[in-house]
């Protein structure tokens, strides 16, 4: 359990209030299939962030088998297809089922991506694909990407109204976005944060297991 959730602190009328104060806490009390979407998307932002700040370079890089995926400097790439246009690219696994293990870089790539992508498609210019992302091995600008896009997101969901979270086609980043009403395009974007973002976590507690952490992260 994140840190922040244990703090008490005063709300504006004077109670006393125990959890992060930067979480909306009242959108837990909406009864709408937005606030549910949005108050999950928060609360595993705000879980999946803390850990994200302590994360060093060296947890970043960690490869926990044989193969692992990477974010590696162009030209020493160790599998057939990359994505990413510049210095940084991620190596891209064989198919869809590729047994091969993801390092935590690889993670926090992908998630940029892909909420980059969702943005561009629902709330942006509709221009960008995934495979224009610049990506970073380097833990602070990394981490600092994947921010961007999740806070940019959150943002754009945050600003819809109850009736617009039903409209089929308001993103279109994919064939599926475009036939669904886009509550399941939040829903399965919160799922993308849950599953990566729990990726994310056992890497970094298994690292600090077998290593010792050299440096305090990168807040």
Not at 189 to 203: K, Y
Request: negative net charge.
């Amino acid at each position: 359990m994140a840190k922040e959730q244990l703090v008490v602190h005063q709300a504006e009328d004077g109670s006393t209030v125990y959890g992060s104060p930067e979480f909306d806490w009242s959108v837990l009390q909406v009864p709408t299939a937005l606030a549910v979407v949005r108050g999950q998307l928060g609360f595993s932002w705000l879980e999946l962030a803390d850990r994200l700040a302590t994360v060093t370079q060296d947890e970043l890089e960690w490869e926990p088998g044989p193969g692992a995926l990477r974010v590696v400097r162009r030209g020493t790439e160790r599998t057939p297809r990359t994505l990413g246009p510049g210095e940084w690219v991620m190596e891209w696994p064989e198919g869809a089922d590729s047994p091969q293990p993801r390092t935590i870089a690889w993670l926090v790539a992908h998630l940029t991506e892909a909420y980059l992508e969702r943005w561009e498609w629902t709330f942006g210019a509709h221009e960008r694909r995934r495979d224009s992302v610049e990506f970073s091995g380097e833990v602070g600008p990394a981490v600092a990407g994947l921010r961007h896009e999740v806070d940019r997101w959150r943002v754009g969901v945050d600003a819809l109204g109850d009736d617009e979270a039903f409209t089929v086609g308001l993103s279109q980043a994919t064939p599926i976005d475009a036939q669904s009403p886009f509550v399941h395009l939040v829903a399965h974007m919160n799922r993308e944060l849950v599953h990566h973002g729990a990726e994310i976590m056992v890497l970094q507690d298994l690292y600090r297991a077998t290593h010792v952490t050299p440096s305090p992260g990168n807040r």
